[in-house]
């Protein structure tokens, strides 16, 4: 306990440190209705420049102050002399304090800061890991002004450490649709506290998405057009509006309706629960529309010790009529279900990938050598690939009939696991490249009978001992490691941070589960995760099979 305070403490400290200042307002719970851009929940208010400052404690008050992002950095730009350029949304980069070094040039007109860089975040709002170890080094110039210390010339971007990151900004999901506009695939996006509701607007109507899910996605809103005004603005009803230009009249209802989804979706990450379209201040009329969803069953499909294939309620199985039967028939070792259940892509004990369908109907599909697990798209088609060829993925009908992906991997000397998203727009992998096992993602690209693969972004470029790998849900994939003997869970946010959890002994398999993440370890134990802890669901279990969403 003693040492849990501790660290509660230790953590207080970093960041009140971060400024002098205490928040000007405590947090806002969710559900008390739409708030616009100027309802910020919590903000940090930093120290402006001290009389008789010194070069480096100016460069250092100039960095602490980019943790206040208010009236567009306004204390940050005291540190800077008069018509000195700077543009603080340009980038932000994330370090580690306690490796943060000032070094200034003896007549003070210089100052290097050099830093151990954690991650950094786009103009965009895209968040990008670092690789393990780099390093950077920003260079300021000074010079006096009414005999102070001033910055001159000074790196566009803010450098905030990484605990206090997450307060200074926030995550919130800018809605794309898949190409079939059925599913919501959300683009995990970081932007200041202050600015997230326009933010998020502005991204999803002036912007594009980030550039490794660009070509996966679609996008209702016409390319020529352009917010009008503020982007987010309150009615006097309490609800955000987003005003559009008359251009918009013209659009088929269809589209305006998919544009309502988006931005409904886009703004309830960023805290808003009521949104309008709105030209001339006159709403728009337009509906959300139903979208695909992705969740899990609550019941897991597992293939028990006595080889029988189906879907626990309790301590019963019911079986799946026909699928069972085929998917048995296959002596499997690994298993992927399709949402609606009438198909199921196996790995064999011979090792070849088939598919099983709920016609009692089996096929081989690919008897190369090396095959991993295979995964279905939301084509219905399934994914194999060799895990010494990486770039030799191909996508097989139900039936059998083949096709080549193109741009898997490259650079890939292997791929240890891989799964594709219950939108079937991503996917994901274990690859090792230079000799490191690293996590990346890609978007799914669908040009005509076309299939390739967008270029790779990377979630983790250390993952040592991964070796297998989930979905969990839309903006996270579970990765199991062990390294020294010891298993963990490494939860990856899609396009943000991670945590590293415990999990049960001897783990072997991951997927995800309507509790987040289910876990069948080396003696058949199958749990589930219950908030912190883990609950034993099944004994007796050989396979436990992904889900690629829910009948329900």
């Known amino acids: 306990m003693k040492r849990a305070l501790a660290a509660v403490g230790l953590l207080l400290v970093l960041v009140l440190t971060a400024c002098t200042g205490l928040p000007t307002t405590g947090y806002v719970n969710p559900g008390r209705g739409p708030q616009g851009d100027d309802a910020q929940d919590f903000a940090f208010v930093p120290d402006g420049p001290q009389e008789g400052a010194t070069p480096t404690e100016i460069v250092e008050g100039f960095l602490r102050a980019g943790s206040g992002p208010a009236d567009d950095w306004a204390t940050a730009k005291l540190f800077l002399a008069p018509g000195t350029p700077w543009d603080p949304r340009a980038r932000v980069t994330i370090d580690r304090l306690a490796d943060r070094r000032a070094t200034p040039v003896p007549d003070g007109s210089a100052v290097s800061v050099q830093?151990?860089?954690?991650?950094?975040?786009?103009?965009?709002?895209?968040?990008?890991?670092?690789?393990?170890?780099?390093?950077?080094?920003?260079?300021?110039?000074?010079?006096?002004?009414?005999?102070?210390?001033?910055?001159?010339?000074?790196?566009?971007?803010?450098?905030?450490?990484?605990?206090?990151?997450?307060?200074?900004?926030?995550?919130?999901?800018?809605?794309?649709?898949?190409?079939?506009?059925?599913?919501?695939?959300?683009?995990?996006?970081?932007?200041?506290?202050?600015?997230?509701?326009?933010?998020?607007?502005?991204?999803?109507?002036?912007?594009?998405?980030?550039?490794?899910?660009?070509?996966?996605?679609?996008?209702?809103?016409?390319?020529?057009?352009?917010?009008?005004?503020?982007?987010?603005?309150?009615?006097?009803?309490?609800?955000?509006?987003?005003?559009?230009?008359?251009?918009?009249?013209?659009?088929?209802?269809?589209?305006?309706?998919?544009?309502?989804?988006?931005?409904?979706?886009?703004?309830?990450?960023?805290?808003?629960?009521?949104?309008?379209?709105?030209?001339?201040?006159?709403?728009?009329?337009?509906?959300?529309?139903?979208?695909?969803?992705?969740?899990?069953?609550?019941?897991?499909?597992?293939?028990?010790?006595?080889?029988?294939?189906?879907?626990?309620?309790?301590?019963?199985?019911?079986?799946?009529?026909?699928?069972?039967?085929?998917?048995?028939?296959l002596a499997p070792t690994h298993i992927e279900l399709e949402a609606d259940r009438s198909l199921a892509a196996v790995l064999t004990e011979r090792g070849a990938v088939a598919s099983a369908l709920a016609d009692g109907g089996t096929f081989l599909l690919d008897d190369r050598p090396g095959l991993l697990p295979p995964s279905i798209d939301s084509e219905g088609e399934i994914w194999s690939v060799p895990r010494n060829a990486p770039s030799q993925v191909r996508a097989f009908s139900a039936e059998g009939v083949p096709r080549d992906v193109g741009n898997a991997w490259p650079d890939a000397s292997e791929v240890v696991s891989f799964q594709i998203s219950r939108d079937g727009t991503r996917i994901a992998a274990i690859v090792t490249v230079a000799g490191v096992r690293e996590v990346w993602l890609a978007g799914i690209i669908r040009e005509g009978a076309a299939v390739n693969l967008g270029p790779p972004h990377v979630l983790s470029f250390a993952e040592t001992g991964a070796f297998d790998l989930a979905w969990l849900d839309d903006t996270t994939v579970g990765v199991l490691t062990t390294v020294d003997g010891a298993t963990s869970l490494d939860e990856l946010g899609v396009g943000g941070r991670g945590t590293v959890g415990s999990v049960p002994e001897n783990a072997r398999a991951i997927a995800g589960g309507s509790a987040s993440v289910r876990i069948l370890d080396d003696d058949g134990r199958l749990y589930s995760r219950r908030g912190s802890s883990w609950t034993l669901v099944a004994t007796d279990i050989r396979v436990l099979a992904v889900q690629q969403g829910t009948t329900s």
């Open 115 to 329: 830093l151990s860089t954690v991650a950094g975040v786009d103009a965009d709002g895209a968040y990008s890991p670092a690789v393990t170890g780099a390093t950077e080094t920003l260079s300021f110039a000074l010079a006096r002004v009414d005999d102070q210390w001033r910055i001159t010339s000074a790196p566009d971007g803010v450098v905030l450490y990484e605990e206090v990151f997450p307060t200074v900004y926030q995550t919130a999901s800018v809605a794309y649709f898949d190409p079939t506009w059925s599913f919501i695939v959300p683009d995990v996006r970081w932007f200041p506290r202050p600015l997230v509701a326009s933010r998020v607007t502005t991204a999803l109507v002036d912007g594009a998405p980030s550039a490794w899910l660009a070509d996966a996605v679609r996008n209702a809103f016409p390319d020529e057009l352009s917010l009008v005004g503020r982007s987010v603005t309150l009615s006097s009803g309490g609800v955000a509006q987003v005003q559009l230009p008359r251009a918009a009249l013209s659009l088929d209802r269809t589209t305006l309706d998919r544009m309502q989804t988006q931005l409904a979706r886009s703004l309830a990450t960023a805290g808003i629960s009521d949104v309008q379209m709105t030209v001339d201040g006159t709403p728009v009329a337009a509906s959300e529309l139903p979208v695909r969803i992705t969740r899990i069953d609550p019941s897991p499909a597992v293939l028990t010790a006595d080889g029988r294939f189906g879907v626990l309620s309790g301590e019963e199985l019911e079986t799946i009529p026909s699928l069972s039967d085929a998917v048995q028939s």
